[in-house]
């Protein structure tokens, strides 16, 4: 998951999913079949290539530049790790404190306050995976 482009895809699912008009304008615009594929490609059970996940990425871009949008941009997360856990001397019950890419593609991370319930992966098309802190 090292290779650049993931964050890419992060940014794409996410303004899919939170914009769901985005999938027509795509369309719209003539990227349908890469937007499919690279649904698909992220998707699978085999591991994609970095490679080819990029070149969809940047035909998609093209596409949203073509209809006056601005390409994706990147950002970078702070992923939270399996052993993370809450300060000593706090205890609770594990706590979801956020969702994350359910197929471990990508490096997406969606806060509790970013979202009114669990939000969706559009490329594995179900629920992101709970992030819960366990107390120690």
Same mark, same amino acid.
């Given at each position: 998951?090292?290779?650049?482009?993931? +964050?890419?895809?992060?940014?794409?699912? *996410? #303004?899919?999913?939170?914009? $769901? #008009?985005?999938?027509?304008?795509?369309?719209?615009?003539?990227?349908?079949?890469?937007? =499919? /594929?690279?649904?698909? =490609?992220?998707?699978? *059970? %085999? %591991?994609?290539?970095? +490679?080819?996940?990029?070149?969809?990425? %940047? +035909?998609? +871009?093209?596409?949203?530049? /073509?209809?006056?949008?601005?390409?994706?941009?990147?950002?970078?997360?702070?992923?939270?790790? *399996?052993? /993370?856990?809450?300060?000593?001397?706090?205890?609770?019950?594990?706590?979801?404190?956020?969702?994350?890419?359910?197929?471990?593609?990508?490096?997406?991370?969606?806060?509790?306050?970013?979202? =009114?319930? !669990?939000? *969706?992966?559009? =490329?594995? %098309? !179900?629920?992101?995976? $709970?992030?819960?802190?366990?107390?120690?």
């Amino acid at each position: 998951m090292g290779h650049p482009v993931w +964050e890419r895809v992060a940014v794409l699912c *996410a #303004q899919l999913s939170d914009r $769901p #008009q985005l999938r027509r304008i795509i369309e719209d615009g003539g990227g349908g079949a890469e937007l =499919a /594929s690279l649904l698909e =490609a992220i998707g699978s *059970a %085999d %591991d994609p290539r970095p +490679e080819r996940i990029a070149d969809l990425v %940047d +035909e998609i +871009e093209r596409v949203l530049r /073509s209809v006056g949008l601005g390409s994706l941009s990147t950002r970078s997360f702070l992923t939270p790790t *399996a052993e /993370s856990t809450l300060p000593p001397g706090m205890t609770a019950r594990p706590t979801t404190v956020g969702w994350t890419c359910p197929l471990a593609r990508c490096p997406r991370v969606v806060l509790p306050e970013e979202t =009114a319930g !669990s939000p *969706a992966c559009v =490329a594995g %098309d !179900s629920r992101m995976r $709970p992030y819960r802190i366990h107390p120690r």
